[in-house]
């Protein structure tokens, strides 16, 4: 979907803001560093807590148990706990999770064209010039 002047323009202040509510929610529930990337790991094969932090480099356990509970509550995940000694925890994406294909490829399609555009322009900066120091 893509949104032009003419729709911006067109917009009411009640549909506005019912469609900056939908973003605010969107991101509440995906947004931040890492609830993407533990939903990634999931669908590359991670299932115990363990893998999952090995997968997601810099995550600690800490936050990647919050991270696990938030996916859980808003449905993107489910947790099993297997009473074995060792006790074995397993995560999976629940079918729900699938919802967020198109939009987690629309975000690598967009990050990819933002990054060749920065580096574009990057080498578009002139390079400064050195001015010698007189003294």
């Known amino acids: 979907m893509e949104y032009t002047d003419e729709d911006v323009q067109r917009l009411s202040v009640h549909e506005c803001n019912s469609k900056l509510g939908a973003i605010g929610d969107a991101l509440y529930v995906i947004g931040g560093k890492w609830r993407l990337r533990i939903i990634v790991a999931l669908k590359e094969g991670g299932t115990r807590f ?3 932090q ?3 480099p810099g995550i600690s356990p800490r ?12 449905g993107f995940l489910t947790r099993k706990v297997f009473t074995d000694i060792p006790v074995i925890v397993e995560y999976r994406l629940t079918e729900y999770s699938q919802t967020l294909d198109p939009v987690m490829g629309a975000l690598v399609e967009w990050g990819e064209m933002h990054r060749a555009k920065i580096r574009q322009d ?11 120091a007189t003294l």
């Open 50 to 52: 363990n893998e999952l």
């Open 54 to 56: 090995r997968m997601i």
């Open 63 to 74: 936050v990647l148990s919050n991270e696990l509970k938030e996916l859980e509550i808003n």
């Open 122 to 132: 990057d080498r578009q900066i002139p390079e400064p010039i050195a001015q010698e």
